[in-house]
């Protein structure tokens, strides 16, 4: 199976192979009669400038595991300038065609590329000059943030993960919201993605207070579940240092995610035995 090397990414504007990739993923898993079911939507479509533009969704549904499914939103990309997140998600995508038990009972929707403009141009911004990562639920205007908003609001994940990269850190950190559910699912995480690289252990992390890695606030108009949900699902925000090496990044993501994804249904267990 072709690697999404460092040396291919190094121009972040790979949005088209990031879809060829996704698409020969899919296509090996239906040829392989595998039991997770692998497939593209469009989460969202706009043009630009004349051309036209995609939001893309890859949807993996794992085998029956004795419950209702999981569904999980995976998101990345919402800054353009942070592409090991938007690696990461096709790297899962790919991993998890390849051994489908890992998703069992699960239903992820993937989003590796939230702000396309944006990861075309590596800017932060989309085209339109906004923080889409400050725009949510509060009556944006931004295609990207409308059709990321109907996808919560259609999916009621039970979970949310969002994926970025600060290049003032020298270390993985993340955000739990002050939830217990939150932190007891990115410790592990964290955990996990250590064995790639460091932890940020400063006790300020992006202006608010921090404890290994974890911090409890956030800011406002972040990705999040729609307000109305009931009961929130979990939410956490996964951070990688942009100076590591790309590589490092992308594998310390896909181990936390991996964490996540393996310890959740621990939970479900634990909260019905209650
Ligand atoms: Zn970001």
């Known amino acids: 199976m072709p690697v999404l090397t460092s040396s291919r990414t190094s121009t972040p504007c790979d949005l088209f192979a990031?879809?060829?990739r996704l698409r020969a993923t899919a296509l090996e898993n239906s040829?392989?009669?595998r039991r997770a079911d692998l497939e593209l939507q469009i989460a969202g479509e706009f043009t630009?400038?004349?051309?036209?533009?995609?939001?893309?969704?890859?949807?993996i549904s794992g085998a029956f595991a004795g419950h209702d499914p999981i569904r999980l939103g995976l998101f990345a990309g919402i800054h353009g300038d942070e592409p090991a997140g938007c690696a990461a998600l096709v790297e899962l995508a790919a991993s998890l065609a390849a051994d489908p038990e890992r998703v069992a009972g699960y239903e992820l929707f993937l989003y590796p590329?939230?702000?396309p403009i944006g990861f075309e141009r590596g800017t932060r911004?989309?085209?339109?000059?906004?923080?889409?990562?400050?725009?949510?639920?509060c009556n944006s205007e931004e295609i990207e943030v409308q059709a990321i908003e109907a996808a919560l609001r259609t999916h009621?994940?039970?979970?949310i993960i969002t994926l970025h990269t600060d290049d003032t850190s020298e270390g993985l950190y993340g955000y739990a919201h002050g939830r217990t559910l939150n932190e007891a699912l990115l410790t592990p995480a964290l955990d996990a993605a250590k064995q790639f690289l460091p932890l940020d252990d400063r006790a300020i992390i992006d202006g608010f207070p921090a404890r290994a890695g974890l911090i409890c606030d956030c800011f406002a108009g972040v990705l999040s579940a729609p307000p109305e949900q009931r009961p929130q699902p979990f939410d956490l925000i996964f951070e990688t240092p942009g100076t590591a090496p790309f590589d490092l990044q992308v594998s310390a993501t896909v181990a936390a995610?991996?964490?996540i994804?393996?310890?959740y249904p621990g939970f479900i267990a634990y909260a019905q035995d209650l």
């Open 257 to 259: 995610l991996d964490s």
């Open 156 to 159: 009621q994940f039970h979970g």
């Open 18 to 20: 990031l879809r060829e």
């Open 31 to 33: 040829v392989a009669g």
């Open 113 to 115: 590329v939230v702000n």
């Open 125 to 137: 911004q989309n085209g339109a000059g906004k923080d889409l990562n400050r725009e949510f639920w």
């Open 261 to 263: 994804i393996r310890t």
């Open 48 to 59: 630009h400038e004349g051309c036209r533009r995609e939001i893309l969704c890859v949807r």
